[in-house]
């Protein structure tokens, strides 16, 4: 009986010992193990920009959390950015990016990558002003209007931070930026006219 056991085990059909982490069919070799990609299938890219550690004060003695900043777009005029608080640095993470993800807006993109006009904005005690820049010239920026630059699908674009260094209110202002432009079509709407008498 021993002899029939051992046969049976070492017998090259037996199926894969290990159902969870390994799935049949396919090209692969007969108990090849093949495991599940479980990342988001989307093409939105993910991006931390800061994780900060804040300290509360309370009648019981202190109170440390974190807090994430994120930015998540797919380079083709579709940015959004979130931020988490969670006692756990990872868990604060995975809020932010959940958050960026419910907040994504659609930016418009001029046909030569850049943006449609000059334009100022501000946030707090932060302005950005954004430029638009010639064929080649690449994304002329740092820190978060940077990233939020390159996430949302620019190419060309000069810009200029004045006043605080607040990664948030750069953001908010970088963003309500890109959504107060206004395309040459809407530009002649508007004032009644057609694009060449502009």
Do not use: W
Not at 24 to 36: A, L, Q, V
Not at 113 to 137: D, M, N, Q
């Amino acid at each position: 009986m021993t002899e029939n056991n051992n046969n049976k085990v070492n017998t090259p059909n037996a199926p894969a010992t290990d159902q969870k982490r390994s799935f049949g069919g396919g090209n692969g070799k007969p108990g090849e193990r093949r495991f599940f990609d479980k990342r988001p299938t989307d093409d939105f890219e993910e991006k931390i920009l800061n994780i900060k550690r804040i300290n509360k004060t309370t009648k019981g003695g202190r109170r440390m959390r974190f807090s994430a900043l994120a930015v998540v777009g797919n380079r083709k005029g579709r940015v959004g950015f979130g931020v988490g608080k969670s006692v756990e640095a990872p868990e604060a993470i995975k809020k932010a990016i959940a958050d960026a993800r419910k907040n994504i807006t659609i930016v418009p993109i001029s046909p030569k990558g850049s943006i449609f006009h000059e334009i100022t904005c501000k946030e707090g005690a932060t302005k950005i002003l954004l430029k638009p820049a010639p064929v080649g010239t690449g994304i002329i920026a740092g820190g978060p209007v940077r990233i939020i630059m390159d996430l949302a699908g620019y190419k060309d674009v000069c810009s200029k931070k004045l006043g605080a260094n607040a990664s948030i209110n750069m953001i908010r202002a970088t963003m309500k930026c890109l959504l107060s432009q206004r395309s040459p079509e809407q530009i002649a709407k508007l004032r009644g006219k057609e694009i060449k008498d502009l």
